[in-house]
């Protein structure tokens, strides 16, 4: 049954939740990054730990979801069912992994390197690589997560 919010779909209420979120989740990072691209290194730690609790709480949410509820049938009317959808939602699986270690080794590493508060130091190349590639991985498992959305329950 179509349980969500979001019109012209017909996605669980789940999916709806995590579509927006994620939405949410760029622009926080995208905060984060103009904070500390301005020298506010505190608002820029802040923000990452907070993107970093939310999106743990969703994902949460939606793998005990979606293992109760499951969500293939609300998929099945979607033209893309028996050709593209299986294969792409396994690419959007590959990139949201990589995108899980990108991100928990930046913030634990940054945690453990940094003083607090948190000011430039010697990581700090280290540590803008690691971030670049983090935030980069996390756009692209949003991006991925959006197309997916739309191939399984709005096309
Ligand atoms: C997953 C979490 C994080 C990501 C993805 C991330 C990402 C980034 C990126 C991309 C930059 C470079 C910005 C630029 O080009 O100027 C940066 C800089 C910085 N980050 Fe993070 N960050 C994270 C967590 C943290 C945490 C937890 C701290 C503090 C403990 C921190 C402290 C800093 C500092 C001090 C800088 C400035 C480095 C410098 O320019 O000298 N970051 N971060």
């Known amino acids: 049954m179509h349980t969500g919010f979001i019109p012209y779909s ?10 927006v979120s994620l939405f949410f989740l760029v622009i926080l990072v995208g905060i984060s990054l103009l904070a500390v691209m301005r020298g506010h290194y505190r608002i820029h730690k802040g923000c990452q730990i907070a993107s970093t609790a ?12 979606i293992r109760t509820s499951g969500w293939t049938h609300l998929a099945t009317p979607s033209p893309y069912y028996h050709t593209i959808l299986f294969p792409f939602l396994y690419l959007h699986i590959g990139v949201a992994a990589i995108s899980v270690f990108l991100w928990s080794r930046t913030l634990l590493s940054a945690l453990r390197h940094f003083s607090r508060p948190p000011t430039p130091s010697i990581y700090s190349p280290s540590h803008r690589q690691q971030g670049a590639w983090a935030m980069g991985s996390l756009l692209a498992t949003a991006v991925t997560g959006w197309i997916f959305y739309w191939m399984a329950f709005v096309s």
Request: charged fraction near 20%.
């Open 10 to 19: 017909r996605a669980s209420l789940v999916f709806d939740v995590v579509f």
């Open 54 to 65: 939310a999106l743990a709480c969703v994902l949460l949410y939606f793998e005990v979801d």
